[in-house]
């Protein structure tokens, strides 16, 4: 638990000095938050055409699928902020051998790579989704509970626990393989699944999205917590099977850092 | 007197690569690396035995590729050995790694640590997160480095505006605001002019001195190692091959002399024929004698019958050229050697 305090202490420190950074070079700060934001204004505009062009996405009208494009832009904006900074972090790091100076801090240096993610552009895509979700929540006329907001925040942070756990993947398959462009480009492919709801996909490719790699819990589930059509079961499973890959892909990490071979001194 | 406490101790430690290699630079040899690849097995280290007290100055040098590097990494518990032990401060550092951290320092002069667009307080206070350093060790520390440098504006600029010499004194502080107990220098004074070479070199003595910190160079540059280092391990071909103190590496050729000698008029360099001449410049030269095979005295009857003398010294072979000796050395010959 100390280790965890020390991390997130360390991710906040970190993160001041990155926003310090940004700070001084202005001008690319601007231009990157303009852009997040308007790529981030492409989704629901998109989402709206193909809503409107065919016979829509079942068991969804086109408000809550607006609302699902909130809460979308909201958990990237977050994951983006958390961790946009991490492949090319950890990419240069272990093909300049740079990992070595991790390994010899006082915390675990998985920890320590997963608390340099920090990118500010994400910031523009938070709250893109932020101010689309209200507007949602308004336009739908939805009752907002405590409970609500709970279950919101609990999917939402099991969303980062599976993050962690393909990050550390991630990391892991560098370490091994050192160049892994198309895997990762595979990897994105597939975890882009998680970004539609679950209803448009086929029975055995949900029971997968709730199961085996429970994508669902990123944005369909903080979305089913706001419409209070929230599933106990459902959600339980996929928390579960999310703590179980984090487990897992910290035995790989171990794994691997015994095959680390470092670069040339 | 009690012994001073060892820091580290090895024992036969042996690591191995597993390597990919390619025979030919070709693209038919580059595409068939990707159905059948060859592997060989390269002995980076092997059985290294190495005992090293608190508070002492060692140097770790070596040829590039002696396994310099890989030692260290192994010291540091970055690399797993394949075969052998390895105590540093007590533990095993593979699996206690995290905690060791706290007691090590690492320097890198060819990499940098320091937050590029930032200035260094701002990298130094991170460290003092990184490492939960009480506020006011911290700022003790802090005060004490950068009063010992003289690094009292440097620190408020942006890094990349820093000179390398600046830049290093800076690595320093952020390798030793920790109070670590052992300091890893890979390089510590690479490309620094000699003003900063002093510098830094003061400030490892000092440290030494006054906190007992113990610290291994890995240097290319001798006087660095001369300069600062109570003991000197030199590794090659992945074995040590001279493992003892400053002194002794002077008196390595203890059968060699070198006799440098100054005529009071130029001289025939053919008059010196069946000595072995180091350098030669007219009236003056520079003679290898082994006292082995004859007694430097009657040597020296015979350098003094060529010509009148205006100067004459003797002294031992130079350091750079006991170590270029050593390295020369084939591999069997070398480890057989120590």
Redesign the interface.
Known sequence: MRTVA?LL??FY??SK?KI??AM??RFDFLIGMTVALCFSSIGPVLQYLIFTQTKGFPGWNLKQIILFQGVLLFVLGIRRILFGDLHYFVTELIQKG?L??L??????AIG?ILASGFNLNGIGTLLAGSVIMGYSIHALDLTITAGAIGLFALSILFGIVLFLALEIMFTCAVIVLVNIGRLDDIVQSITGFGEYPLSIFTAALKIALVTFIPFAVWVNYPAEALLNRWDNGQAAVSFLVCMLLLGISLSFWKLCL?R???A?? | MKPLEPVIEVSHLSKT?RVAQRDKSSLLSSLSSLIHRQYVQIEALRDINLHIRKGEVRALIGPN?AG???T??AL?????PTAGSVRVLGVDPWTN???L??E?G?L?GQ?T?L?W??PAL?TF??HK????IPNRTYQANLDYFIDVLSLHQVVKK?VRQLSLGERMKCEFICALLHEPQLVFL?EPTIGLDIFSKEAIRAFVKKVNREKGTTFIITTHDLSDIEDLCNNVTIINHGGIVFNDSIESLGTYFSSRKIVDIKFQKPIDEHELRGYNVMSFSGMAASIEVDVERSPLQIELQKLLGIGLIQDININNPSIESVIKDIYSKPREQSLGTF
């Open positions: 020390r202490r360390l420190y970190q000095l310090s950074r001084m070079y740079d070595d100076r390994l010899i801090k006082p915390s675990p320590i015994r680390y071979t470092s040339g001194g | 690569f590729g310099k590097s890989s260290i990494k540091t518990g970055i690399l797993y790694r995290s905690r951290a706290s090590l690492v890198f990499k640590q937050w667009d930032l701002d206070y991170l997160q990184m490492y939960s942006p890979d």
